[in-house]
């Protein structure tokens, strides 16, 4: 399985300013998406980070609250915009290898704390 | 109605004793079938996939029923560190969307 990282591991920020999660995978994979884990609750699925072109949100989240890129096969980042304390939770990148495999592997997650 | 249901728990069990998962899924088109682990601060791990003959991996059994659209986990012979949460995960036949449970908090006592 892929080997991923995350950048930071956690982070307490103030209301209303911005912090990007960068995930790192140790080797080229096709699909990569971010997920939310809120405090008690299962994965929510935020977007797919696609490479070369804008990601795609699942209903209930959008580009300027959560702006995402994927320059590459390898890497993608996640911005949580404009925070409030709402925001606070985990943020999880994860990847799927290939198109003929549909497990997917997680990195070990941002934990997010907004005052 | 919720995509995937999991009966939350806790289940509270001695070392050695067998328990069982139950969780549900909402939609006939869902096409693959996973148990993810996930310790306390920690990330999602695979644990297996569900086939639809059924499948083992030493302690773990996992068991798929289309016609009732549920999934079930067994584990055996428990042990103190198979204490986690337990997702249960649900893929459409379409699109790259995953669907988690809630997760079934299992806690393996001395």
């Known amino acids: 399985s892929a080997v991923i990282s995350q950048k930071p591991s956690r982070d307490i920020c103030q209301r209303g300013t911005s912090l990007t999660i960068q995930c790192q995978v140790d080797?080229?994979?096709?699909?990569m998406f971010w997920y939310r884990q809120q405090p008690g609750q299962s994965l929510t699925l935020i977007a797919t980070?696609?490479?070369?072109?804008?990601?795609?949100?699942e209903s209930g989240f959008v580009i300027d609250k959560f702006p995402i890129s994927r320059p590459n096969l390898t890497f993608s980042t996640l911005t949580v915009s404009n925070m409030s304390p709402e925001d606070s939770s985990i943020y999880l990148c994860?990847?799927?290898?290939?198109?003929?495999?549909?497990?997917?592997?997680f990195g070990p997650g941002t934990r997010l704390t907004v005052l | 109605r919720k995509e995937v249901e999991q009966d939350p728990g806790p289940f509270n069990v001695p070392e050695g004793a067998t328990v069982a998962f139950n969780c549900t899924y909402s939609?006939?088109?869902?096409?693959?079938f996973f148990w993810y682990r996930q310790d306390c601060r920690k990330e999602p791990k695979l644990l297996m996939s569900v086939y639809s003959s059924g499948n083992e991996d030493g302690r773990f059994t996992a068991q798929l029923n289309r016609a009732s659209q549920y999934i079930s986990l067994l584990i055996r012979d428990s042990k103190l560190s198979d204490s986690a949460t337990y997702l249960c995960v649900v893929n459409l036949a379409t699109g790259n969307q995953f669907y988690f449970g809630t997760g079934t908090s299992l806690t393996v006592i001395p």
């Open positions: 980070a696609n490479q070369g072109s804008e990601a795609t949100y």
């Open positions: 939609n006939s088109a869902s096409q693959s």
């Open positions: 994860s990847v799927r290898q290939d198109q003929s495999t549909d497990t997917q592997y």
């Open positions: 080797s080229q994979v096709t699909m």
